[in-house]
């Protein structure tokens, strides 16, 4: 079973970056497709995808709302996947979390929550106006 922790949230102005860092322990990561999500804490919100990248970063897929401003990207030799935030905005707030998907790494489309089988504890990103 593979355990993953994130790093590299913080508070940052609009149009700032971030970059955020998954590092994977107790598992191979170049046999897991990987994901980052994310969840606002607006009541109701629901957990939602934002990338997602194939075991070898060959397939990439992003969500429509970060398209353009986010980069997700991965080093198998350090067991580590990295999400790269630019230009962002108050509406990327959130708690990102990463996820290994153990059941298929060539697919570049899979997007559901429950598809993903392995989660770290999440990273805080708040982005001021």
């Known amino acids: 079973q593979v355990q993953l922790v994130e790093s590299g949230g913080g508070l940052v102005q609009a149009g700032g970056s971030l970059r955020l860092s998954c590092a994977a322990s107790?598992?191979?990561?170049?046999?897991?497709?990987m994901g980052w999500f994310r969840q606002s804490q607006t009541p109701g919100k629901e957990r939602e995808f934002v990338a997602r990248v194939t075991w070898n970063g060959a397939g990439i897929y992003y969500a429509d709302s970060v398209k353009g401003r986010f980069t997700i990207s991965r080093d198998n030799a350090k067991n580590t996947v990295f999400l790269q935030m630019n230009s962002l905005k108050p509406e990327d707030t959130a708690v990102y979390y990463c996820?290994?998907?153990?059941?298929?790494?060539?697919?570049?489309?899979?997007?559901?929550?429950?598809?993903?089988?392995?989660w770290g504890q999440g990273t805080q990103v708040t982005v001021s106006s």
């Open positions: 996820a290994a998907d153990r059941a298929t790494k060539y697919t570049t489309y899979r997007i559901g929550i429950d598809q993903y089988t392995y």
């Open positions: 107790g598992g191979t990561l170049s046999n897991y497709a």
